[in-house]
């Protein structure tokens, strides 16, 4: 971003207004700088995400390993509809584990590469309202609702696995907070409701073209655990004054 500066007439003008300017006032002439694209957080998700898939793509191509290193992570740590009911877990508390790991796991590149790009435009725009510990606690609700709504709602026996329920919690969050910013400006929440629907007839087409191979529940479970979320947090800020 280019700064835009007035040039002082002299040394000794230029002083006497630094003597006289409110220190807490922003500097004239100059924007405060934006925030970075990617925050930290925002960051490390990419990061774990993208590492666990790219471990397995190489496996699954023999540049690593000797066993079927995809199989085993979805054994151990893919969402299992069944382990809330009679399934025998591979582990203690993997019936626990599996609402956070399974969104650290993906089916593939393709799959990979569409949450991450998502992830970027979506954690960018969360950061920015609510700062980074924010992000984090709607990306973990979100997580979990998303795990939640899809062991309750789903007869699948097949595993679940995609960071779709977590990005779907942030676009739930900044959905609540497109409709409270109308609402307070005495708009219709028409937009919001329209952006809804996208998302409905989006997930109905992916449906298709993946064979039924979408977990839907868990998008539907993740968009309202994030906009639950922002509720919360709304509401903290305003009877707390937390920011």
């Known amino acids: 971003m280019t700064e835009r500066t007035k040039p002082d007439l002299s040394v000794e003008s230029g002083a006497a207004e ?112 609510i700062g980074q510990g924010g992000f984090g606690f709607v990306y973990l609700i979100s997580t979990l609702g998303g795990g939640t709504a899809f062991g309750l709602i789903t007869t699948s026996t097949s595993p679940m696995v995609g960071a779709s329920g977590a990005l779907f919690g942030l676009a739930g969050a900044w959905q609540y907070w497109e409709w409270s910013d109308l609402r307070d400006q005495g708009l219709s929440g028409w937009p919001v409701w329209r952006t809804v629907f996208a998302l409905v007839v989006l997930n109905v087409i992916l449906w298709f073209v993946n064979g039924g191979y979408l977990a839907w529940e868990t998008h539907l479970g993740g968009f309202l655990a994030g906009w639950i979320a922002a509720v919360g947090l709304a509401r903290m800020r305003g009877r707390f004054g937390v920011g």
Not at 19 to 46: F, I, K, Q, W, Y
Not at 85 to 92: D, F, G, Q, S
Not at 105 to 125: E, K, P, Q, R, Y
Request: proline share 8%.
């Open 18 to 129: 630094d003597m006289n300017r409110d220190p807490d006032a922003p500097t004239e002439g100059h924007e405060p700088p934006a925030p970075p694209l990617l925050s930290p957080l925002v960051v490390l998700v990419l990061v774990l995400c993208s590492g666990v898939e790219l471990i397995l793509i190489a496996a699954d191509w023999g540049l690593i390993g000797n066993t079927p290193w995809r199989s085993l992570a979805y054994q151990n740590g893919a969402f299992w509809a069944g382990l809330l009911y009679n399934w025998r877990p591979n582990y203690e508390g993997q019936s626990v584990l599996m609402f956070v790991t399974y969104a650290f796991l993906h089916s593939g590149f393709w799959h990979l590469a569409g949450n991450m790009l998502t992830l970027v435009f979506l954690g960018d725009i969360v950061v920015r309202r």
